[in-house]
């Protein structure tokens, strides 16, 4: 099973646009499991659709817990946090969740035991079920948790066992943006990490430091240029980069009003429009693709 | 890593060198800047507003804490110089003393340290936290203080805004404490320079990273935009402002792109936030990035130039500057 990773860097770029679409296409070709691990804003289910049919939650964190008949508010475990998100208030220590990160020191400092680190679901695994025949599992993050690099291996875990059930032949991953803790964790151990970019100098920055990931983890790199008739030079700079770092040049998707059109329907460009000259660009993109997956 | 800046442009205004004696609760407002989805416009708007906010003759500090990708330098075409190290703390067993207990092992929650019986541990660097907790359970004084190399802080000036960029070194994890440092650099330069205004641009998503950017700001602006991505994750970013019982509004950027207008107004109706302006589709925004220069200074007559001195105008009375 070939497991492909789309990544940016930069956020807003079309990761979740394009996966959408090269699912689609794909789902008509092999059998597909994708699965969302952008886990803070994961909004691959709202292009896709399909019917909900499963949702569990993943506790891949924990937090430390104040057992309140035993605190003597000393006041150590909030001097020692190193997140500094302990306080006392009326004379009990309090945590405050969002920026507990689970370490323990505050349990280790307390006189009187009062202090307990309990594994906390951090996250929730959807699986939509969907019409044009394949599997999606999207992992979410509560809002505000910590953990999103480990919430994001969990799920992937996940996925990964979930696709090897079904036989798959693919499992295509749509990451987060950014070269940070959950964007490492999304490429480790894909196979391919296909790069979405756009000629623009903030996206071609943060390509380069997504690359350095990609290559640390030493998956296949491909890039595809998304918006490509916004600069015509960093585009060509972009190109040349790719072709200087050994990266397979998937393609380019012009701009095209049918993209946002069709994301307010809630479908893929190339289901939604499938003349418009980004499905056609697409379509010529999934062809290169499914050679690359090859290599 | 910064080679693709453009040369830098000409200094039009700078900042007198006035010592700063900090009045007794001087303390400057902090607008942060954030959006759920990714791309919406974050840092067009962040650098913007500070460019209209310093050429009103506020002293204003722009940090850039999108550790992970950031772009404020690169939208400003400004110069970084040498950074400054962000470090964190890093055990080292020191083979002398240590008594291969395991108590370290044990109390690392984040597993990063493995106890090979009579042996000095194995650390594995990748994994720590800094958090210490091994040193507090060694009872033989082993765990010595190393450190390692997180991130970057780098200070830079452009068009007479001062710039505090943090960034995540390749390959690490720990961006929370480049942001903290961001932060608690950015209230130390305060206290020197008696800024005005901090303008925090803060990374995409609504996880930890971003409430640590957000925490303690007096005004929390989402950037989005009307389409269902956007206006998905606007529902988190705002919960998460709620949750952390900070004050917040909403700009739509690219407002005429098809999408839910109606859907849009109920989230912000939903979390009580402020629709505080609507910024259309420009060209001239892909030119100003391209040409890495405020597209308020280039093209301050344009669609969008306009939306964001109004959005400025509402931000002034807001934060009452």
Request: glycine share 8%.
């Given at each position: 099973?070939?497991?492909?990773?789309?990544?940016?860097?930069?956020?807003?770029?079309g990761?979740?646009?394009?996966?959408?679409?090269?699912g689609?296409?794909?789902?008509k070709?092999?059998?597909?499991?994708?699965?969302?691990?952008?886990?803070?804003?994961?909004?691959?289910s709202?292009?896709?659709?399909?019917?909900?049919?499963?949702s569990?939650?993943?506790?891949?964190?924990?937090?430390?817990?104040?057992?309140?008949?035993?605190?003597?508010?000393?006041?150590?475990?909030?001097e020692?946090?190193?997140?500094?998100?302990?306080?006392?208030?009326?004379?009990k220590?309090?945590?405050?969740?969002?920026?507990?990160?689970?370490?323990?020191?505050?349990?280790?400092?307390?006189?009187?035991?009062?202090?307990?680190?309990?594994?906390?679901?951090?996250?929730?695994l959807?699986l939509?079920?969907?019409?044009?025949?394949?599997?999606?599992?999207?992992?979410?993050?509560?809002?505000?948790?910590?953990?999103?690099?480990?919430?994001?291996?969990?799920?992937?875990?996940?996925?990964?066992?979930?696709?090897?059930?079904?036989?798959?032949?693919?499992?295509?991953?749509?990451?987060?943006?950014?070269?940070?803790?959950?964007?490492?964790?999304?490429?480790?151990?894909?196979?391919?990490?296909?790069?979405?970019?756009?000629?623009?100098?903030?996206?071609?920055?943060?390509?380069?430091?997504?690359?350095?990931?990609i290559?640390?983890?030493g998956?296949?790199?491909?890039?595809?240029?998304?918006?490509?008739?916004?600069?015509?030079?960093?585009?060509?700079?972009?190109?040349?980069?790719?072709?200087?770092?050994?990266?397979?040049?998937?393609?380019?998707?012009?701009?095209?009003?049918?993209?946002?059109?069709?994301?307010?329907?809630?479908k893929?460009?190339?289901?939604?429009?499938?003349?418009?000259?980004a499905?056609?660009?697409?379509?010529?993109?999934?062809?290169?693709?499914?050679?690359?997956?090859?290599? | 890593?910064?080679?693709?800046?453009?040369?830098?442009?000409?200094?039009?205004?700078?900042?007198?060198?006035?010592?700063?004696?900090?009045?007794?609760?001087?303390?400057?407002?902090?607008?942060?800047i954030?959006?759920?989805?990714?791309?919406?416009?974050?840092?067009?708007?962040?650098?913007?507003?500070?460019?209209?906010?310093?050429?009103?003759?506020?002293?204003?500090?722009?940090?850039?804490?999108?550790?992970d990708?950031?772009?404020?330098?690169?939208l400003?075409?400004?110069?970084?110089?040498?950074?400054?190290?962000?470090?964190q703390?890093?055990?080292?067993?020191?083979?002398?003393?240590?008594?291969?207990?395991?108590?370290?092992?044990?109390?690392?929650?984040?597993?990063a340290?493995?106890?090979?019986?009579?042996?000095?541990?194995?650390?594995?660097?990748?994994?720590?936290?800094?958090?210490?907790?091994?040193?507090?359970?060694?009872?033989?004084?082993?765990?010595?203080?190393?450190?390692?190399?997180?991130?970057?802080?780098?200070?830079?000036?452009?068009?007479?805004?001062?710039?505090?960029?943090?960034?995540?070194?390749?390959?690490?994890?720990?961006?929370?404490?480049?942001?903290?440092?961001?932060?608690?650099?950015?209230?130390?330069?305060?206290?020197?320079?008696?800024?005005?205004?901090?303008?925090?641009?803060?990374?995409?998503?609504?996880?930890?990273?971003?409430?640590?950017?957000?925490?303690e700001?007096?005004?929390?602006?989402?950037?989005t935009?009307?389409?269902?991505?956007?206006?998905?994750?606007l529902?988190?970013?705002?919960?998460l402002?709620?949750?952390?019982?900070?004050?917040?509004?909403?700009?739509v950027?690219?407002?005429?792109?098809?999408?839910?207008?109606?859907?849009?107004?109920?989230?912000?109706?939903?979390?009580?936030?402020?629709?505080?302006?609507?910024?259309?589709?420009?060209?001239?925004?892909?030119?100003?990035?391209v040409?890495?220069?405020?597209?308020?200074?280039?093209?301050?007559?344009?669609?969008?130039s306009?939306?964001?001195?109004?959005?400025?105008?509402?931000?002034?009375?807001?934060?009452?500057?």
């Amino acid at each position: 099973m070939k497991e492909a990773v789309v990544v940016s860097g930069k956020g807003g770029v079309g990761k979740t646009t394009l996966s959408a679409s090269l699912g689609w296409l794909m789902a008509k070709r092999m059998n597909l499991v994708m699965v969302d691990v952008d886990v803070d804003a994961p909004n691959l289910s709202l292009v896709i659709g399909g019917t909900l049919k499963n949702s569990l939650p993943i506790e891949a964190t924990e937090k430390a817990f104040i057992l309140e008949e035993k605190c003597n508010g000393c006041g150590n475990c909030a001097e020692k946090c190193p997140e500094e998100a302990i306080q006392i208030l009326e004379g009990k220590a309090v945590v405050s969740r969002l920026f507990c990160s689970g370490c323990g020191v505050c349990s280790l400092v307390c006189p009187e035991s009062a202090i307990e680190l309990r594994l906390v679901a951090n996250g929730r695994l959807d699986l939509y079920e969907i019409p044009s025949g394949f599997v999606l599992l999207v992992g979410k993050l509560m809002i505000g948790e910590s953990g999103s690099g480990k919430l994001v291996s969990e799920v992937k875990e996940r996925a990964r066992h979930l696709a090897r059930e079904r036989g798959a032949d693919l499992l295509l991953i749509d990451g987060p943006p950014g070269a940070g803790c959950p964007a490492i964790s999304a490429v480790s151990g894909a196979s391919h990490a296909i790069m979405v970019t756009e000629p623009t100098p903030a996206a071609f920055r943060n390509l380069k430091r997504i690359f350095s990931i990609i290559r640390h983890f030493g998956a296949n790199p491909g890039l595809i240029i998304n918006k490509a008739n916004l600069h015509e030079p960093i585009k060509q700079e972009e190109i040349r980069f790719a072709k200087r770092e050994g990266i397979e040049v998937l393609g380019e998707v012009p701009l095209d009003d049918y993209v946002p059109k069709s994301l307010a329907m809630g479908k893929p460009v190339v289901e939604a429009f499938p003349y418009a000259s980004a499905s056609l660009a697409i379509k010529k993109i999934f062809g290169n693709f499914l050679e690359y997956l090859e290599s | 890593m910064w080679g693709l800046l453009t040369s830098q442009p000409p200094e039009i205004e700078s900042l007198k060198i006035v010592k700063f004696y900090p009045s007794e609760g001087y303390k400057p407002k902090i607008l942060a800047i954030t959006g759920g989805k990714g791309g919406t416009g974050k840092t067009t708007i962040a650098v913007n507003l500070a460019f209209y906010f310093s050429r009103a003759g506020k002293k204003v500090l722009l940090t850039d804490c999108d550790v992970d990708a950031p772009s404020v330098a690169t939208l400003l075409g400004a110069k970084i110089g040498d950074g400054e190290e962000v470090n964190q703390f890093l055990p080292i067993f020191d083979e002398n003393r240590c008594i291969s207990c395991g108590k370290c092992s044990e109390a690392c929650r984040m597993h990063a340290i493995l106890q090979v019986p009579g042996k000095t541990p194995l650390l594995f660097p990748e994994l720590c936290l800094g958090c210490g907790a091994c040193s507090l359970v060694c009872p033989a004084d082993a765990v010595l203080e190393g450190k390692k190399v997180v991130g970057w802080i780098y200070e830079a000036e452009a068009y007479g805004i001062d710039l505090l960029i943090g960034e995540l070194k390749l390959n690490e994890r720990e961006s929370e404490a480049v942001i903290k440092e961001v932060k608690e650099k950015g209230m130390r330069l305060s206290e020197e320079r008696g800024y005005d205004l901090i303008i925090v641009d803060t990374a995409p998503g609504a996880h930890c990273d971003v409430a640590l950017s957000l925490k303690e700001s007096d005004f929390v602006l989402a950037v989005t935009e009307p389409t269902p991505f956007g206006i998905h994750d606007l529902d988190l970013i705002l919960e998460l402002a709620s949750l952390l019982k900070l004050k917040h509004g909403v700009v739509v950027n690219r407002a005429d792109l098809p999408g839910d207008h109606k859907l849009l107004k109920e989230v912000c109706e939903k979390h009580s936030s402020k629709l505080m302006g609507k910024i259309p589709v420009d060209d001239k925004v892909v030119e100003s990035h391209v040409r890495s220069r405020p597209l308020l200074l280039d093209f301050p007559e344009s669609k969008a130039s306009r939306a964001i001195i109004k959005l400025a105008k509402e931000l002034w009375r807001e934060l009452s500057l």
